[in-house]
């Protein structure tokens, strides 16, 4: 297993019906492309081995032994396959027909998974030839001689990977088998079905594996019946889906006439990893499992070639891909950071704000969120004071951004500058005000930080903090200087996010002088700007040549505290994510460079002021991260420093 990541394929052959003979050649030969694609497990479609429209048939002795002969022949023919397969057929257990999921692997039938819930309504009479799977008297079959186990509640573990299986109707009832099957263990489901098509259904039915994916925590692999099947009624168009987590992964093109096959990973580290912190997961398993213990049946996992690794890596893991997902993102996330300031100014009844504007995307974003919350509030824009301190190393550009920018948004303008006051402070404390160390950096954050303050006292009114959950992580930010506030209303969004939450802003609310204004402030370097310009008056102190680029940070932020994802995963990752963009060697020094600070920064953390969270990933010590101040990164920088 690589990292983590299992190879699953849904698979839809032809088929003709009643045919076994000729259904096991169509299993065999998709089979084998699957596994010429590494891949791990292969589901094929409900009663595949005959055809799901035999109805009658069913009745009728020939067909069943047949089946049942076809299983092993399919067996023999592939005991070369290392993949995990899993078919549908018919099968006679005892005095009951079942609807069944029959398991193999290298030539050996390892066991049975009868149906559950039969589907008896609408189009559908599967009670006339089948009993549900619980009805059955027995937990054995025998079959050409030999025992086979066969159960409603039957695992298959494979190291990391635990597969549940159900069948069609199974994910249409209000409590599917597989939310019991999660409950003991079952990281995969896989869902051999035949549904047919509907107007509209498919779009239901995707909805059920997603959701069904998210409330198990777990990777879900669905194949449906495809052309081949009997269209005297009905129409079976092959649908195929692998989902992990809510999140869909792959989804099969429906109505082609031929066979069709989709591959995919899924996770299930992640998995795992959730399911540990979501310690309801299994709370009072005992009540709904009863005395019912899972049969689990072994099998092996087989390996695959790293080269074949397929899944796409999103570089940007806090920011939606589709511009429909970014709009309704982008729109969600202000509205928690407008109703989180909304909530702390009706709270404290005041009616003015503060916010110190740099003419950079935090305080950009900060001034915008104030903006919109005073209008959402019936208060006058020009309550907000909108802060601009000059200092030694404010550049043209930003200076004329922010001016630009409160001015734009009929803000109140305040200009104060800090140079006289830190040149005092350095006298006072006895620095020379010429060697640009820390604490000629900080003397400025730190007097900015106080003018804020004390303005907002004498306005009787909020500083709104501007700094943003990127550099919260990495501790780029001065310790009671920009690190404080009353309230922090960027403190759950990621400087990726940011950039992009202005830059939507810029393009989708605004026009004219002010959309020009907040693209140029999108291009401009990122910087504290805390060390005076070059002698062109351009920017010096570029944050990310200092730190690391902002988009890695975000990368590795995201797969360690969202999933506590090892350097080796972050590593391989990244290397997937950002392969036409960072050699391995910077990403590896970039990793070590996160590390490094996340640990020793974490007291700067520990005293946050408020502020909203607003994704899946927060440092609040009050919210999602607690971590000692003094916990030792020694383990994660040793695992970073030993990776090739």
Not at 206 to 218: G, M, N, T, Y
Not at 249 to 278: A, C, N, S, W
């Amino acid at each position: 297993m690589i990292h983590g990541f299992v190879k699953v394929a849904s698979a839809v052959p032809l088929l003709q019906v009643a045919d076994c003979g000729y259904n096991i050649e169509q299993i065999e030969h998709l089979l084998r492309k699957a596994a010429m694609q590494n891949a791990q497990i292969v589901v094929f479609p409900e009663l595949s081995i005959t055809g799901y429209s035999c109805m009658d048939l069913f009745a009728q002795d020939s067909l069943l032994k047949q089946a049942v002969e076809a299983l092993f022949e399919l067996a023999r023919r592939t005991r070369n396959i290392e993949a995990l397969c899993i078919v549908g057929m018919p099968l006679a257990v005892g005095n009951h027909l079942t609807n069944t999921a029959a398991v193999l692997q290298k030539g050996k039938v390892l066991g049975f998974v009868p149906k559950t819930y039969m589907s008896d309504y609408g189009e559908y009479q599967e009670r006339r030839w089948f009993v549900p799977g619980y009805e059955l008297q027995t937990d054995r079959v025998t079959l050409l001689g030999e025992d086979y186990p066969v159960s409603v509640n039957m695992l298959f573990t494979g190291g990391k990977v635990t597969v549940g299986i159900e069948l069609c109707e199974d994910l249409w009832t209000p409590v599917p088998p597989s939310s019991l099957l999660a409950m003991q263990g079952a990281n995969i489901i896989v869902n051999l079905s035949a549904s047919n098509e509907l107007t509209g259904k498919n779009e239901y039915l995707k909805s059920l594996v997603l959701q069904q994916s998210a409330r198990c925590i777990a990777g879900y692999v669905y194949s449906s019946a495809g052309f081949g099947e009997s269209s005297t009624d009905l129409v079976f168009a092959g649908k195929g889906f692998i989902a992990e987590n809510g999140t869909l992964l792959g989804e099969m093109e429906r109505f082609p006439m031929r066979e069709k096959l989709l591959v995919g990973e899924i996770d299930v580290d992640y998995l795992q990893h959730d399911r540990l912190v979501t310690t309801s997961f299994v709370q009072d398993v005992s009540r709904f499992a009863g005395d019912r213990q899972p049969l689990c049946i072994p099998f092996k996992l087989p390996d695959y070639d790293e080269k074949t690794f397929s899944r796409n890596i999103d570089p940007a893991p806090f920011v939606p891909s589709s511009d429909s997902m970014r709009e309704a993102r982008c729109s969600e996330i202000f509205n928690i950071q407008v109703n989180g300031l909304a909530r702390r100014m009706t709270c404290t009844q005041q009616q003015a704000a503060v916010v110190g504007v740099s003419g950079g995307l935090d305080s950009t974003l900060a001034l915008l969120v104030t903006v919109m919350t005073f209008d959402a509030l019936k208060i006058p824009r020009k309550q907000i004071a909108g802060v601009t301190m000059p200092g030694f190393g404010t550049t043209g550009r930003t200076y004329g951004n922010a001016v630009q920018l409160i001015r734009s948004l009929d803000v109140t303008l305040k200009e104060i500058s800090i140079v006289d006051a830190c040149k005092q402070h350095f006298d006072d404390i006895g620095h020379d005000g010429v060697t640009q160390d820390v604490t000629y950096e900080n003397v400025q954050a730190r007097e900015r930080t106080q003018i804020l303050m004390d303005l907002a006292n004498r306005l009787d009114g909020l500083m709104v903090g501007t700094g943003d959950l990127s550099e919260l992580a990495l501790g780029w930010t001065t310790y009671n200087g920009d690190h404080m506030s009353m309230y922090g209303v960027n403190a759950g969004i990621p400087k990726t996010l940011v950039r992009y939450l202005v830059e939507w802003v810029a393009q989708n609310r605004v026009d004219g002088d002010i959309r020009a204004t907040l693209l140029d402030i999108v291009d401009t370097p990122i910087s504290p700007e805390l060390i005076p310009a070059d002698k062109n008056g351009a920017i010096r102190q570029k944050t990310e040549e200092l730190v690391g680029p902002y988009e890695l940070h975000d990368f590795f932020l995201y797969h360690f505290v969202r999933y506590g994802a090892s350097p080796a995963k972050i590593y391989f990752l990244a290397q997937k994510a950002f392969k036409k963009k960072y050699a391995k060697e910077e990403i590896k020094a970039w990793m070590a460079t996160f590390f490094r600070r996340f640990f020793a920064q974490q007291f700067k953390r520990n005293c946050l002021p408020d502020g909203p969270k607003a994704g899946s990933v927060s440092l609040s010590p009050r919210c999602d991260w607690r971590m000692p101040s003094d916990a030792s990164a020694a383990l994660w920088l040793q695992e970073t420093d030993a990776l090739a």
